[in-house]
Structures are given as structure tokens and as C-alpha cells.
């Protein structure tokens, strides 16, 4: 296997264990925040503590990464896991609530540092393989929307002591696994150009339209889907579905997210950034219309699903045109504060969603969603426009090929 492909398929296994940690989270953070503190209404703290650490390290670990590389980087955010999830283990067996909390916040830290999985597969391989390269690892998250839960459900009472002290004790384990993958991995060291300061200001990178257009991209890819997923169950228990039904259509609604990652990259090649983002927002649109239309299982399954596929073709596009916006020298920081804003609206949305359904409702939720959906729509069709009309001479830009037909 040659060294760019043996790559791919390593951080696609890196992926698939940070989703697979991530999903274990999910599962059973509340539940053993809820059981440790003081004030029920703090349950899910740790969780939220895990999302604001996130945000704040994506933009500090892309930079990191620009000075010691991103193997070196990907490795410090694993370790911080591992520590984040023994500290973690010793507090519910210990009964800590606030250890907890700092064990969650170490786990943000590698969430942090693991959003740059895509973009170090995209850098491993030539242009014309990076939307394929950036797919596929996302793919690795197939398999995790089974493994995470059920190994949080393993884990609950594998170990003598309290409920899911054996859960914290995989989810270390895997960030064990983790490591010995990175420690083979053979990522091309950062370019003389990639590591020299200087490059134009943020400011203007940020401002330059295909920039903005992918950026937009991601932020509503994320800010939709994870508002309209962690709505979801609430409004099926508010219908009264067993939890049973619920834990299907999220499973199904992760795998969703990550198998078409298998040949969404193909498409993005074939077709082009914009028309593919076009083809995830429709996706996203049907879903939030599958929500309005009723409320039965098939319904929600149905809208979870297509909100799933919408994401990932949307976030695909999206990270592959953001890799054509900007010089070398200016990477870290591009990519750096591209994820700092995702993860910002990721924060935002599930802290929010509870309380938004509460007040607005389910149906107002879904309504809701069409501004931004409408907004990146006319975004694109803007840019579209534009790549084709005719233009002055101007200074030169990163190379800009948004594939055939964009």
C-alpha cells in the first residue's frame, strides 16, 4: 500500500475511534452528571464544558500544528484524551463531580485537535484526490454510530463499582488504539511556505467569497443537523415513543451522516463543490419538510435520515472548497478559525436546542431552519454567477477549481 493511500486509511481509523469515543460520550455524560452532582440541573455541565473546550482549542491546535505538525499535534490531542478519560474513570469512582468536568474538558481539547483528521488526509495527497481523501475519512465514523453506544451499554456494568466506570475505562482504551496508529502514520512535514509567517490578514481571507461560501457551508451543516438531531428526542418523547424507537432513529440518523462518505468525495470530484453544498441543502430542506408533514416514526426516521446524507454532502463540499481559498502560509489560521466557528455553533446549538423546543416548539424549529438553508442557497447561486462572469486582471489568488460544472 503506498504511503499517501496507508495514511487515508490510518486517519480513517482514527476518525472512526474518535467518533466511536465521541458516541459513548454522548450516550452516557448526562447520565453520570446527573448522578454526581450536586444540583441536578447541572447534569449536563461536563458535556458542556466538553464543547466549549473544543471550541476554544480548534484555531490554538491548528496553529500548534503549523509549528510541530500535525502528527505531533494529533498525538498531544490523544493524550489529552487518555488523561481526560482516566481523570473521568477516577471520579465517578471516586464520586467527583467537578473531576469529572475536568475530565471532560480534556476530552474537548482532543475532539480539537481531531477536527484536522480530514484536513491532514486532504494535505497527504495530490489536488485531484482531496475531495476523495477527506471523504473517506469521514467515513470512518460508519462504523462508530454502532460501536459508540453499544459500548457504552457494555461498559456500564462491565466493571465492578459504580455504573459506567467501565465505559470512561474503553474510551481510554481506544484513545491507547488511537496512538499506536498515529505513532505509524507518515504525514509530509509542513512546507517551508506552509511554516513562514506573514500571509494576507485574516480579515481578507475570511472576506474573500469562495472563503465565505464554505465557511457558510459548514457552519449551517453542522448548526442544522445538530440543532434538528439533538431536538429530535424530545419532541418523540413529547409524542410518546419509548426510548427504544428514539436510540433507532439516531443510530440511523449517524449512519446517515457517514456512509455516503464512501462516494460523496467521488461526487464532489465529479460534479463540483457548489453543486454538491446545492444537493446537501435540498437534503436539509426535506428533512426539516418530512418534520412538518407529521409525526410518526416514519416521519422523524425518514427527516433524520436525509438530515444525515444532507450533512455530509454539504460538509464534504464544503471542507474541499475551503481548501482552494487560501495560500500555504496562511492554512493554519484559515482552517483554524473555519473550525473555531463550527465548533462555536455546535455550542451554541446543543445548548440552546432544550430550551428552543421548549418555547418555540418543534414545528418553529424546523420552520426556523429554512432562513439559514435559504441564505447558503442564494450564497451559491451568487458565487456561481460570479465564477462565470467576465472579470478585471487582479492579484494573484489561491487556485480556485470548484470541479466540473460549479
Known amino acids: 500500500m503506498s504511503t499517501p493511500r496507508r495514511n487515508v486509511v490510518f486517519l480513517a481509523a482514527c476518525q472512526g475511534i474518535f467518533v466511536t469515543g465521541s458516541s459513548l460520550v454522548v450516550a452516557v455524560s448526562a447520565l453520570v452528571g446527573r448522578s454526581l452532582a450536586p444540583d441536578a440541573r447541572l447534569a449536563t455541565l461536563p458535556a458542556g464544558l466538553l464543547f466549549l473546550a473544543a471550541m476554544v482549542t480548534t484555531l490554538p491546535a491548528s496553529l500548534l500544528m503549523k509549528r510541530i505538525g500535525r502528527r505531533r499535534g494529533f498525538i498531544a490531542g490523544v493524550l489529552a ?5 482516566g481523570l473521568c474513570g477516577i471520579a465517578i469512582a471516586g464520586g467527583s463531580f467537578y473531576l469529572f468536568c475536568l475530565g471532560s474538558a480534556l476530552l474537548g481539547v482532543l475532539a480539537g485537535a481531531a477536527q484536522y483528521y480530514r484536513f491532514a488526509a486532504a494535505d497527504a495527497v495530490s489536488e485531484d484526490q482531496r475531495s476523495r481523501a477527506i471523504s473517506l475519512v469521514l467515513a470512518g465514523g460508519v462504523v462508530a454510530a454502532f460501536a459508540g453506544p453499544n459500548l457504552a451499554r457494555w461498559g456500564r456494568t462491565a466493571l465492578a463499582g459504580p455504573e459506567f466506570l467501565g465505559s470512561y475505562a474503553a ?9 499506536l496508529l498515529l505513532l505509524r502514520v507518515d504525514l509530509p512535514p509542513a512546507s517551508a511556505e506552509e511554516r513562514a509567517p506573514g500571509g494576507r490578514p485574516l480579515a481578507r481571507v475570511v472576506l474573500r467569497p469562495r472563503y465565505a461560501v464554505a465557511l457558510a457551508g459548514a457552519v449551517v451543516s453542522y448548526g442544522v443537523m445538530n440543532l434538528l438531531m439533538t431536538a429530535t428526542p424530545l419532541s418523540m418523547s413529547a409524542h410518546a415513543f ?3 424507537h428514539t436510540a433507532t432513529v439516531i443510530q440511523w440518523h449517524a449512519v446517515g451522516m457517514f456512509a455516503p462518505s464512501f462516494f460523496s468525495g467521488s461526487l464532489v470530484a465529479r460534479y463540483g463543490s457548489l453543486r454538491m453544498m446545492t444537493c446537501g441543502l435540498f437534503l436539509l430542506a426535506a428533512s426539516a419538510a418530512t418534520n412538518l408533514a407529521g409525526t410518526s416514526i416514519w416521519h422523524y426516521a425518514l427527516a433524520l435520515a436525509a438530515l444525515g446524507v444532507g450533512w455530509n454532502f454539504l460538509f464534504v463540499a464544503s471542507s ?24 462555536a455553533t455546535v455550542t451554541l446549538t ?4 432544550g430550551a ?3 418555547v418555540a416548539g418543534w414545528r418553529a424549529m424546523n420552520l426556523a431552519v429554512l432562513a439559514p438553508i435559504a441564505a447558503l442557497a442564494a450564497m451559491i447561486a451568487w458565487i456561481g454567477r460570479r465564477r462565470h462572469a467576465p472579470r478585471p486582471a487582479r492579484t494573484a489568488e489561491p487556485a480556485a477549481s470548484l470541479g466540473p460544472g460549479s
Open 356 to 358: 428552543l423546543h421548549e
Open 350 to 353: 446543543a445548548t440552546s436546542a
Open 320 to 343: 474541499v472548497l475551503l481548501t482552494r481559498t487560501y495560500f500555504p502560509a496562511e492554512k493554519a489560521k484559515a482552517q483554524g478559525f473555519n473550525d473555531l466557528l463550527v465548533f
Open 242 to 244: 419509548a426510548f427504544g
Open 81 to 85: 484524551g487518555g488523561l481526560g478519560a
Open 171 to 179: 474510551l481510554a482504551a481506544l484513545q491507547v488504539a488511537a496512538l
